[in-house]
């Protein structure tokens, strides 16, 4: 019982590090994406944090199997090498005994993956969803971006904004130059400026101690008037809303309407797989951890690696091919799964007195 608790515990302290390790690298990832969408205006520099944050669940799916897996690997990669299993197996804590430990982590990771991929993913992945498309609805709030020059109702207005404090804008330059619906082309120059609302796509402002130049250069009807106060209403790009997506639905849902839909369908079985493969690779994480501590342990882990990596990529074009109607996910992912629990199962019992006599006899039964 007191090996069973350090082997748990010196695999979790592991998974633990690995995990935070991982997810700060797809952090980062997702980090420079968000920016880049700071720097096109598509969202507001406000909603960074909540947006990265809402993002976690989606990077877990993929990390706490691989976590897992590769703190089993470690940790018993390092023991080996210390030679703590020889002394546990010569105190009878024999392989049983790790596949018994590697079971209670299995547990406990398969239930977080449950519980991430089933409903806090889809969660976090709606709510996303519901804050840009809210940004890009209104964008007076987010699209608005000082020192940059942007295009609104679709192409037709220049916007430059110097600085921007709230709803509060200094120095604009707003240039309508295109003719439109027998509308004259006309540029304005303010030093202040207010949105004063925003609603339907559209923002009212209201422009302070400026000038508005009006008309065609080539033509006589110029005009150039000074304002103390100015307001316009300036109607943003509408944004697609989009009203389907699998991946924010949880998992009861799916599996009501997998048999409706084969994106619903082959989501189901994406899921389903996440949660599997925990079991899978921290089953095959066993045996490929335990290595000669007089031999090298690069190429077990490289084998490792390699297996994990055959695995989600064979998955990744079932689930693609899934998403297009092209085959079943219920036999193609599942027949990937199992083959993994099935050479699974076999490596672990590879060395066990039944196996051991079974290998015997097929091997030597041609000489009888």
Not at 232 to 240: A, E, N
Not at 299 to 326: D, E, G, K, T, W
Not at 333 to 349: E, V
Request: proline fraction near 3%; hydrophobic fraction near 45%.
């Amino acid at each position: 019982m007191i090996i069973t608790r350090y082997l748990v515990w010196e695999t979790i302290k592991n998974q633990l590090i690995i995990l935070f390790i991982l997810l700060f690298i797809f952090f980062f990832q997702k980090l420079i994406k968000t920016l880049s969408s700071v720097e096109g205006g598509e969202i507001a520099i406000n909603t960074i944090l909540t947006i990265l944050g809402l993002g976690m669940p989606k990077m877990a799916q993929l990390i706490l199997p691989l976590s897992l897996f590769l703190s089993i690997l470690i940790t018993l990669g390092r023991l080996c090498t210390d030679s703590e299993i020889t002394v546990m197996q010569a105190c009878g804590f024999g392989h049983n005994s790790l596949i018994k430990v590697a079971m209670i982590l299995i547990t406990f990771t398969t239930l977080a993956s449950i519980l991430n991929n089933g409903w806090i993913e889809p969660w976090s992945t709606n709510y996303e969803h519901e804050i840009l498309q809210k940004i890009r609805s209104n964008p007076g709030s987010a699209i608005l971006s000082p020192k940059k020059f942007q295009t609104i109702e679709n192409g037709q207005i220049t916007l430059f904004i110097e600085e921007r404090t709230g709803n509060q804008l200094k120095n604009i330059f707003l240039a309508k130059l295109r003719k439109k619906d027998n509308t004259i082309p006309y540029v304005i120059i303010a030093k202040n400026g207010k949105i004063s609302d925003y609603s339907n796509n559209s923002s009212i402002t209201t422009l302070s101690q400026g000038t508005c130049f009006q008309g065609h250069p080539v033509l006589d009807n110029f005009r150039i008037t000074s304002f103390k106060n100015y307001q316009l209403i300036l109607t943003h790009d509408q944004s697609i809303t989009q009203k389907y997506n699998v991946d924010q639905i949880n998992l009861n849902t799916l599996w009501v309407t997998s048999s409706s839909s084969p994106l619903n369908r082959s989501e189901l079985h994406w899921r389903l797989t996440l949660v599997f493969s925990v079991l899978v690779m921290g089953l095959m994480a066993v045996p490929l951890g335990i290595a000669n501590p007089r031999k090298s342990r690069i190429p077990s882990i490289l084998i490792a690696i390699f297996l994990y990596l055959i695995f989600f990529l064979l998955q990744s074009l079932m689930h693609s091919a899934s998403n297009q109607n092209r085959m079943n996910p219920a036999l193609s992912m599942w027949i990937i799964n199992f083959s993994y629990l099935t050479a699974s199962i076999l490596c672990n019992t590879w060395d066990t007195l039944l196996v051991r006599r079974l290998r015997a006899w097929f091997f030597h039964r041609g000489d009888l």
